[in-house]
């Protein structure tokens, strides 16, 4: 737990009083009062928080919380807080050190809370169009906007002014911003194509908030990640068959030094992978088969990156996925999308399943929250 989450407060401080008379012989009187430190109540403090989407059509999203062993889920945090609710598509959370925005899509909503209580201190509803995602960067935040998703030339990142929580200015990149990532120099976005199919990242400097490039990946960009070289990892899922002209997957290693591609590996036209993970050296990865309760979750080395012929957990029917320490991988489970979901902790020491918690309806994303 950061110190900066304690309140301190001082009683007193400790002092010595000192009494002497020359005419009796009481002796000295010392009193002394510490200093006391009042921890606050964290309720939400050192676990983890799960995004549910809800149902689209009349539904409301909601946060869950895990607690740190994994053991227990609390729902509906947010309603049980503020005797209110989130809106309708619980898309993301984005975090400060101190504060977490929660994106609720369809109802063009981010709710700012304290992380560790979830108590609403402010609301952006001006400035967002159908947004996505929220990225902190030296000490500006950023959201991803598809605008009119019909519209292929409207999208874009809106800047956040997080004292006020006013959207100050706009980015305007490729269609279907999606998924955020900062190296602490470059903020780089997987552009995905809204309703349509996208195949670039998009390059923004933070420090003059413009586009600097964009760099060519597989269809449909659907998550990123970083290693520990520097490099970034992209992972396209390739468009799929509905579209009319199906391709496969790729994933693309690319030097951020120069945000030029290193190498990109192809899947099969008719393999569309998803939900990329790296965990030290190992990327992991997830591909669904032609049956529901048919997909694989695989792993390779980033080092020395070969694709994986064998999966290292099979059987699967998984929204999303999340490694969220050593052997430890959360997946977002979703039976139907009217129904509570769960998720489901796998040891990946022996790849099996050690606990399934039930949560709200459309489990999305989880974030370690602490």
């Given at each position: 737990?950061?110190?900066?989450?304690?309140?301190?407060?001082?009683?007193?401080?400790?002092?010595?009083?000192?009494?002497?008379?020359?005419?009796?012989?009481?002796?000295?009187?010392?009193?002394?009062?510490?200093?006391?430190?009042?921890?606050?109540?964290?309720?939400?403090?050192?676990?983890?928080?799960?995004?549910?989407?809800?149902q689209f059509t009349g539904g409301?999203?909601?946060?869950?919380?895990?607690?740190?062993?994994?053991?227990?889920?609390?729902?509906?945090?947010?309603?049980?807080v503020n005797n209110d609710n989130l809106g309708t598509i619980v898309q993301s959370i984005g975090f400060t050190e101190i504060y977490a925005y929660i994106v609720s899509n369809v109802s063009n909503r981010v709710t700012v809370v304290d992380r560790f209580t979830f108590e609403e201190v402010a609301r952006i509803e001006t400035g967002i169009e159908n947004p996505r995602?929220?990225?902190e960067v030296n000490g500006k935040g950023y959201v991803s906007n598809w605008g009119d998703p019909f519209v292929t030339t409207d999208d874009y990142i809106a800047i956040i002014d997080l004292e006020n929580n006013i959207v100050t200015g706009m980015i305007g990149v490729g269609e279907g911003p999606e998924e955020m990532?900062?190296?602490?120099?470059?903020?780089?976005?997987?552009?995905?194509?809204?309703?349509?199919?996208?195949?670039?990242?998009?390059?923004?400097?933070?420090?003059?908030?413009?586009?600097?490039?964009?760099?060519p990946v597989g269809d449909v960009?659907?998550?990123?990640?970083?290693?520990?070289?520097?490099?970034?990892w992209v992972l396209g899922g390739?468009?799929?068959?509905?579209?009319?002209?199906?391709?496969?997957?790729?994933?693309?290693?690319?030097?951020?030094?120069?945000?030029?591609?290193i190498a990109n590996f192809n899947f099969e036209q008719t393999e569309h992978p998803e939900f990329l993970t790296i965990f030290g050296d190992d990327l992991y990865y997830y591909l669904s088969g032609e049956d529901v309760g048919s997909g694989e979750i695989f792993k390779s080395n980033v080092s020395n990156f070969e694709m994986p012929m064998t999966s290292e957990i099979s059987g699967l029917n998984l929204f999303n996925m999340f490694i969220v320490a050593e052997n430890t991988l959360l997946g977002c489970n979703v039976p139907d999308f009217s129904s509570p979901g769960t998720i489901d902790v796998y040891n990946l020491q022996d790849n099996t399943l050690t606990n399934s918690l039930d949560v709200g309806i459309i489990p999305g994303n989880v974030y370690i929250n602490e």
């Open positions: 737990m950061k110190l900066s989450k304690f309140l301190l407060i001082a009683i007193t401080s400790a002092f010595l009083f000192y009494s002497c008379s020359d005419d009796d012989d009481s002796g000295n009187i010392i009193t002394v009062e510490e200093d006391i430190i009042v921890e606050p109540d964290l309720p939400f403090d050192e676990g983890f928080l799960v995004t549910n989407e809800g409301i999203g909601t946060v869950s919380y895990l607690d740190a062993s994994l053991t227990t889920a609390t729902n509906d945090i947010f309603q049980s995602y929220f990225i990532l900062t190296d602490g120099n470059q903020i780089y976005i997987t552009n995905q194509g809204g309703f349509g199919v996208n195949n670039i990242v998009t390059v923004i400097d933070p420090s003059s908030d413009t586009v600097v490039t964009t760099i960009p659907n998550s990123l990640q970083l290693d520990s070289s520097g490099n970034l390739g468009s799929p068959l509905f579209t009319g002209t199906e391709t496969g997957g790729v994933l693309t290693q690319i030097n951020t030094s120069s945000n030029e591609v």
